[in-house]
């Protein structure tokens, strides 16, 4: 059964991948961890999830049907903010840095390091936890809420539609306004005016 559609609403419990391309052609993994919103022009498309699950599959190279796969582009995983939630039991930026490099070694392409590193892929986390003000984007000074996307790795060298096949491209969602090297944190309640076409 589909659970995406055109009325879904982000609940506890469900968390979504979703790709999204910026002005410039760069390309960005968003995790909506729960409460992230995911735009409209994507639930609007026909078998969101189907689409959703074989991106992500080509990603973790896992398809059965897009076998090729681009070189790795062994760049670096640069940490911008992270989860206060997540990483409640680190004591420093150093720690948590450690860690993302650890589970690079410990996980290969598996991990959310391998994506920035090998994919080229930025990561934006939505905040999530129990309760609002739980969890927030430590190295943030401005005000948050459940479901903000802030931006959690950044890659060295990036990715481009290129590294997707044709027909899986029509399942990544295009800004002409957002910068992701610039735009750190993306209000969930404007996801909709940041993203309001599909590629094509």
Known sequence: MSLLNKNWKPSFGAVFTWFAMDKYGKI??????????LPQILLSI??????????????????QYYTVYPPNKEGE??????????????????????YINDDLIESTNYSDTNLSVNKGFYIYQ?????NPGQD?????????????????LLPTIYASIEDFPEPLRQGIVVSDTIDFTVDRLLDNDRINEYFPRMYS
């Open 28 to 37: 960005a993994v968003m995790i909506n961890n729960s409460f992230g919103d």
């Open 46 to 63: 026909d078998s969101v999830d189907e689409m959703l699950t074989a991106i992500n599959e080509y990603m973790w190279e896992e398809s």
């Open 126 to 130: 939505a905040i999530e936890g129990s």
């Open 77 to 98: 995983a640069l940490l911008d903010m992270y989860s206060a939630y997540v990483y409640r039991h680190t004591s420093s930026r150093i720690e948590v840095e450690k």
């Open 136 to 152: 927030y984007p430590v190295g943030y000074d401005g005000e948050t809420k459940m479901g903000d996307y802030f931006r959690y």
